[in-house]
T-cell receptor, first 115, second 115 residues
Framework: NAGVTQTPKFQVLKTGQSMTLQCAQD?????MSWYRQDPGMGLRLIHY???????DQGEVPNGYNVSRSTTEDFPLRLLSAAPSQTSVYFC??????????????FGAGSRLTVL | AQSVAQPEDQVNVAEGNPLTVKCTYS??????LFWYVQYPNRGLQFLLK??????LVKGSYGFEAEFNKSQTSFHLKKPSALVSDSALYFC?????????????FGTGTRLKVLA
């Protein structure tokens, strides 16, 4: 299994540009989520999904959109990037039954800079 | 609302000494509690979890944590620190009574083990 794969690893945007951070998992996890990590702020939940077709907002959802059309993919869209969205973004997934349940598996992260 | 507090930004300990990284939480009902570790420029790795049962849980790399319901704490401990334990540690909680399935993280504690 590849686990949780995030692309791109690095991205530089100009203010107002749009982009999509991709997240894919091959573990058949029903739960997927996006976090941003900022110095002194820890990890803050942006959006999450408990299954295909179901998404909900986290702690800091403004400026971000998500969709979950398949179990495997959970893209994060920035419609009009702002400098405040400069951060490192992590995708994480988990499942609810059996050994290892409820443990989040994280991707390697995507570092986004908005100029 | 759920919240997690890690009151220490940094903990310094000498190699071979015991270490404690503190975590307190605020959540309704019976939470799931987790510790994760992040090494420089890496994603987060799972260390241990408390779901139910014995209040003392053991995890990877010799770490353990004690769930204390009355003090709403879940402190991470290790009897003898190693220089290689130096990293950023995150406590996380999942509220299981509201059906939100949100995993909320603390702000992180940087552990520095001195040789």
């Amino acid at each position: 299994n590849a686990g949780v794969t995030q692309t791109p690893k690095f991205q530089v945007l100009k203010t107002g540009q749009s982009m999509t951070l991709q997240c894919a998992q091959d573990m058949n996890h029903e739960y997927m989520s996006w976090y941003r990590q900022d110095p002194g702020m820890g990890l803050r939940l942006i959006h999450y999904s408990v299954g295909a077709g179901i998404t909900d907002q986290g702690e800091v959802p403004n400026g971000y959109n998500v969709s979950r059309s398949t179990t495997e993919d959970f893209p994060l869209r920035l419609l009009s990037a702002a400098p405040s969205q400069t951060s490192v973004y992590f995708c994480a997934s988990s499942y609810s039954g059996g050994t290892g349940a409820n443990v989040l598996t994280f991707g390697a992260g995507s570092r986004l800079t908005v100029l | 609302a759920q919240s997690v507090a890690q009151p220490e930004d940094q903990v310094n300990v000498a190699e071979g000494n015991p270490l404690t990284v503190k975590c307190t939480y605020s959540v309704s009902g019976n939470p799931y509690l987790f510790w994760y570790v992040q090494y420089p420029n890496r994603g987060l790795q799972f260390l241990l979890k408390y779901i139910t049962g014995d209040n003392l849980v053991k995890g990877s790399y010799g770490f353990e944590a004690e769930f204390n319901k009355s003090q709403t704490s879940f402190h991470l401990k290790k009897p003898s620190a190693l220089v290689s334990d130096s990293a950023l540690y995150f406590c996380a909680v999942r509220d299981n009574n509201s059906g939100t399935y949100k995993y909320i993280f603390g702000t992180g504690t940087r552990l520095k083990v001195l040789a």
